[in-house]
DNA sequence: CGGCCGGTTGAATCTCTTCAACGTCCGTGG
DNA sequence: CCACGGACGTTGAAGAGATTCAACCGGCCG
């Protein structure tokens, strides 16, 4: 078999912008070769969205999906009376956009549709679903990736429904400064060391994301803070000790 | 392409016990022809598990799938000091068990494991993980179907922290209700006249599920009841005279 | 400078939980 | 046959935790 060879010829004709990105090999490409990332790259466009906007917005630009290559995107639900919950954060080298359509064309109960928001400005690498979805069917390794993103961000999905069902506040936020940790900066192995986040978020955000308000969030950081667990800095950097005590915050409530 | 010919020669062939199955077309098995059909029934055995026992008993046991042939499976993680989310309720024809040993491998921040447990007596059609995985590694249109499977459950559980993080106690309950109403018996295309279910669960389930107590599932029970929203006949059977009323109360807060 | 956005803090209120008592169903054993 | 015990469920009263409402602070931009 040339297969081997073939690849080999070909690896010099890895597209430019493809040779350039960061995250090749992690996300969804990591299953494609020099060909198909090329016919990949005939139809894709980088771009940067601002914090606060929609990662697709409506009109020409729905049916595309993205690969994150920076920045912090949040899922939404929102209801007919404006509560609303963020179900998930993606960080790179997420994929986001729905592919097969899922839930949409479903007649089941399904029916809050999901709003993709930057939370922070987001580093984007954009191409048209219907391109991703053929090479798909040629490539079943892509769909396999694309199958192990989703069964992780289901298993996230899972996770944090036990923090909102079942957590207290401090708990939740604690949580979710544990969250923060552990996905932002993915290259870092988290030594025992003090570690430093910047919150990618305001307020709101973090209510919305963790079912509560935003007095409450408030009160929580304030109160994390005065028992030494974190340490706040221009309302947006934090930074802790020691996560292991910021982990225990998460899983049982200090104030008992 | 005498590819045609060859399944249709095959046809007769398909596993008597594949044969005789009621969701052979709907869930993963879709996918496969008569020859994977047979090599996937040569490792399957049906069982029926217990109402409040784990489908996959640890032990020899464990690194087993199933397909859900009937009854109501529920998923669940548990904290070290005893509380618990119910993250999932799964009907026919939806498989179980974790494919690609998902998030176990992973080193992030998901570290509560699920559990499996019958909720109803429920029927399987069980199988060795490993031959399921290696049936996909031929056949990418049955991890298609899986991946399908998995985006639905993703939708699910984002739909589900929306009502977990943002629902009061009385919307959580009516939620809960055209849940069931709307996946119990997926046949019934739920026209508008009343409609019956039996809780498949007792209520320190149902608590788990929705984040709340025995108690308060309780009494929001009795206050839909009082409202005439539901009627309950011997605590299991739930009675609509309207579904719709009762959607309307999963979204917005009657008491207000 | 003035207004607005994001954030913090306090006091009152409300929802849900906790604790406790009681009711019902059902299988077991005297 | 009926008394007993245990699992499951309901209801009430008291309490805790989060929300609501409101005041206030600091930074930023027109």
Known sequence: MSGEERKDIHNSDVPLVCQACEVRHQGVCGALDPDQLLRLSKHTTRKVVKSGQELHRGGEDADRCSNIMGGVAKLSKLMSDGRQQIVGLQFAPDMVGRTFSSASADASAVDNELSVEAATDVRLCSFPRSVIEQIMVDVPELEHRLHLQKLKELDEARDWMLTLGRKSAMEKVASFLYLLATHIDPEKPLGDGPVVIELPMKRSDIA??????????????????????????QRRIVTFADIERLKAAAEQDLSK
Chains 1, 2 share one sequence.
Request: hydrophobic share 40%.
């Open 208 to 233: 919305d994301f963790l079912g509560l308000t935003i007095e409450t969030i408030s009160r929580q950081l304030t109160n994390l803070r005065k028992r030494g667990l974190i340490e706040i800095e």
